[in-house]
């Protein structure tokens, strides 16, 4: 295998080639990145008198005895080996697969393992190298790959640390005076090698406040909005629009779209994200916006993650008398230039499309707004270049995954919120059960008494399109044979999945929507875009491979008609938290409320899979436990901004220039 070379950053440490590997793996290529991967946690050095059944001890002794390896299971050994430590002789117990481990009597020798009573210890890993510091009670311990040395990473960091006064210091030194905060140096030093724990607490506080100063100058530098000749449009025909809709708007529905309309009318460019429950009437909400758009002699893009979605919208709004141009990598060569030559001359006011949208050669005449729906599902470049194919564009972001208040600034900035909680009359909750099972055995019985005793259509959703025998995952291809081979003579099936070309995805659509099918084996294709009243039944395989997010997109496509849907969540995991999260499922019907939840287990990190670009990163802050540190960095960030040629606040100025180099409108 050829030597795994350092990045040049890094060259400075003189890392072995093992240890360069090593941090290729993880992504580590700058001695920033490096020195702020932190300890996942620490295990206490005490001694042996104050020990307690159970706890997990690290201590250093001398080898009086070892016995030889015994196998108590297959490829599985213990070797008892006899330590004298503390005073005491403590019995340790090593296991080991496939593999007797060396041990040298009379040679020191370091364990770390679970202590019993009364003086036996089952070691989890062992060193013969010193590795506890003379009046070191904590001893670090990071997240490793599996069969990766303990002390890997400790002998990285100890190069690194000796490179710790190279990294600019952010904060400025009034502000580490007034809270008696450390040096960054100290800090890093304080948590990579703490010798107490007084020390570890001060080391993690300033690289707390280090994390909040961080991001609130992000935030706040960049949430100036964008100044804009305000839209102008005759505000009566978009009133005589809804009143001739067949149903009246929820409360919520008609207060977003005022808010909307007052952005639009606004001397500041518009940055909003509408969130609410699948099917709770976000498009009808967006149709609007694209209609006053229209009327104010503007160009509007409706920005879609799939083909099916953006061919509906397009249905959607010529339902509604609003005229709208699909563009999409499916049509013709001859249609697309077509289209792209009346777009940059200003014919087409509104195009819905997919990625194809901000290709480079697609201009735009004079572009006023871009919505993206389910804006996620884009990637911060991609919606970036489309939002700058206009000048003074208005920004409206859709998402069917809602975010609690308190976590939405930190994944899209200096965002306005309208959110849509209330569904439309007559929508009732999704029934969710979990079962612990890799089949549909417990469930078949009620899906085969649906189909044929009251005529519904079901979607049976995989996590893959085809086996990996390696990862354990259930493959749509092979429910799809197995399901064709026992129920195929009296039920017809098909399978859909994202690697089908557009026009065969579109015709099994149809024939699903058609009634002609009544099971659809399916990948996440169907997460989004998909709406057919029938289909009130979903099975879910591996459901514990799905965020909580993407499980309620997901059982939202089967409560799109007046009959009341049915989720059933199919996994054989072990993990406590995984079947936690499956059981709340059942009990959380609202998006909201998972999401809050969601908030919870996970902290205000990235909820939908992917942080967004342009803002620093929570590593070891809790937005939601340290609320006072966070006021106080806000206010401290503001003061940093408002006198950015104070030669203390160059650093971070310096800083925020790179951070300005990504997107926050994403």
């Known amino acids: 295998m050829a030597e795994r070379k350092s990045p040049q950053e890094l060259k400075p440490l003189k890392l072995t080639p093992s240890q360069s590997q090593f941090l290729a793996g993880r992504k580590i290529d700058t001695l920033s990145q490096l020195l702020h991967t932190y300890p996942l946690r620490y295990t206490p050095i005490r001694p042996y008198f104050q020990w307690e059944d159970g706890d997990e001890v690290l ?65 989890s890993w062992t060193s013969t190298a010193k590795v506890i510091e003379p009046g070191q009670v904590l001893y670090p311990n990071y997240s490793l790959p ?32 007034r809270y008696k905060l450390l040096s960054q140096a100290e800090a890093l030093k304080a948590v990579h090698q703490p010798m107490n724990e007084t020390q570890l607490y001060q080391g993690v506080r300033s690289l707390k406040y280090e994390e909040f100063l961080c991001f609130h100058c992000a935030r706040l530098m960049q949430s100036v909005r964008i100044e804009k000749t305000p839209k102008q449009f005759d505000q009566s025909l978009i009133d005589q629009k809804i009143a001739e809709l067949p149903y009246t708007l929820t409360q919520d529905q008609a207060s977003s779209i005022q808010q909307i309309l007052q952005d639009l009318r606004s001397d500041q460019a518009m940055y909003r994200l509408l969130q609410g429950e699948v099917g709770c009437g976000k498009t009808m909400v967006a149709a609007m916006a694209l209609y006053a758009c229209k009327l104010s002699g503007k160009q509007a893009a409706l920005l879609a993650p799939t083909e099916i979605l953006a061919r509906q919208h397009v249905l959607s709004l010529q339902k509604l008398g609003i005229e709208a141009t699909l563009y999409c990598s499916s049509l013709k060569a001859a249609e697309k230039r077509k289209i792209r030559k009346e777009l940059q001359e200003g014919k087409i006011d509104l195009i819905v499309g997919t990625h194809s949208l901000f290709q480079e050669g697609v201009e735009y005449a004079e572009l ?31 998402s069917a995954t809602p975010i609690p208040r308190t976590a939405a600034h930190f994944l899209y900035g200096d965002i306005d919120l309208s959110a849509i909680r209330t569904m439309p009359p007559g929508r009732k909750p999704v029934i969710t059960r979990y079962y612990r099972s890799s089949s549909m055995k417990p469930v078949l019985g009620r899906i085969l008494e649906g189909i044929l005793k009251e005529g519904r259509q079901v979607y049976v ?102 009959v009341q849907g049915e989720c059933y969540l199919l996994s054989n995991t072990r993990n406590a938290q995984s079947i936690d999260r499956l059981k709340k499922m059942e009990t959380l019907d609202n998006g909201f409320d998972l999401a809050a939840y969601d908030l919870q287990l996970r902290g205000p990190g990235d909820l939908l899979g992917t942080r967004q670009s342009g803002i620093p990163a929570f590593i070891l802050g809790d937005a939601g436990k340290d609320l006072a540190m966070m006021d106080c960095c806000e206010k401290d960030a503001a003061e940093i901004l408002e006198h950015p040629e104070n030669p203390e606040n160059r650093a971070m100025m310096h800083y925020l220039k790179q951070v300005s180099q990504k997107s926050i409108v994403d």
């Not at 496939?98 to 679970?114: E, N």
């Not at 990637?379 to 972001?397: P, T």
């Not at 089908?500 to 169907?526: A, C, G, H």
């Open 146 to 177: 599996l069969k990766t040395r303990r002390d890997m990473m400790l002998k990285i960091m100890d190069k690194a640390l000796k490179h710790v006064d190279d990294l600019p210091d952010r904060i400025p030194a009034s502000l580490r005076a």
């Open 59 to 123: 201590f250093e002794g001398t080898v009086i005895r070892s016995s030889r390896a015994v196998r108590i299971a297959h490829n599985r050994m213990v070797t008892k080996v006899v330590v004298y430590a503390w005073d005491q002789q403590l019995t340790v117990s090593i296991f080991s697969y496939g593999y007797s481990p060396q041990i040298a009597v009379d040679k020191p020798f370091t364990v770390c393992g679970t202590y019993h009573r009364p003086d036996m210890v089952s070691a």
């Open 368 to 398: 006023g707004l871009v919505i993206a729906d389910e804006q996620h599902r884009f990637g911060v470049l991609q919606r970036r270049a489309l939002i700058e194919k206009g000048h003074q564009v208005d920004v409206l972001l859709m």
């Open 461 to 562: 959703v995989c996590p893959a399109i085809d086996e990996n025998p390696d990862e354990g995952i259930t493959a749509a291809t092979s429910i799809y044979e197995g399901m064709q081979s026992v129920l195929g003579r009296q039920i017809s099936i098909d399978l859909l999945h994202g690697r089908m070309k557009p026009e065969q995805k579109e015709e099994i659509m149809d024939r699903f929507k058609r009634n002609e099918t009544q099971i659809l084996v399916s990948t996440t294709v169907i997460e989004v875009g998909i709406d057919v009243a029938n289909a009130t039944m979903m099975v879910i395989y591996d459901a514990h491979r799905f965020g909580l997010s993407a499980l309620h997109q997901l059982r939202g496509r089967c409560a799109r008609g007046p």
